[in-house]
């Protein structure tokens, strides 16, 4: 990133023509702890009401998403490129928000909510890695009492019987 930053610098987009491999290349090199293969890429894309993209000189440097069901919705990816993020980002793992200098990451956010809304969202939801909480409060995100976030990966589920 270019010490002087230029926000017209930074190309919006609905994901439309993304191609899968590409994304799989953004997903590898901000090592994302899932190595999804294209073909769930694009289920992924194509199962997702929202999906923003941002690129600079062509570049893809942030991605964010959102599923609903048609009456709840799920910020489910928000991920930057850490070069982009600013100086503020420490631990730069995995394309998790931890600073939003430049306000990228919050205008592809944006976007995404304002898409669920449209489509008659009436609430949405966000899991936050701790890094990630400050960001989702600024977007007007509140902590619920008692929600508790659970995973379960695939490996696990085998593994569960």
């Known amino acids: 990133m270019s010490e002087r930053y230029d926000p017209a610098a930074v190309v919006y987009g609905d994901g439309a ?43 893809l440097i942030g991605i964010a998403r959102g599923l609903c069901d048609g009456l709840r919705g799920y910020l489910a990816e928000c991920k930057l490129d850490p ?3 600013g100086p503020a980002a420490v631990t730069r793992t995995d394309g998790r928000i931890e600073h939003d200098q430049h306000g990228i990451a919050a205008e592809m956010a944006r976007r995404v909510l304002r898409a669920m809304f449209s489509a008659g969202v009436q609430r949405i939801d966000v899991l936050a890695w701790g890094t990630e909480v400050d960001f989702c409060q600024e977007l007007g995100f509140k902590r619920q009492g008692g929600l508790v976030g659970l995973t379960m990966k695939a490996d696990d589920q085998t593994s569960n019987g």
């Open 17 to 59: 023509g993304l191609d899968p491999q590409e994304l799989a290349g953004f997903y590898a090199r901000l090592h994302h702890d899932i190595a999804a293969r294209p073909e769930q890429i694009e289920k992924m894309m194509a199962s997702s009401l929202a999906f923003v993209t941002a690129r600079v000189d062509g570049e």
């Open 83 to 85: 070069a982009w993020q």
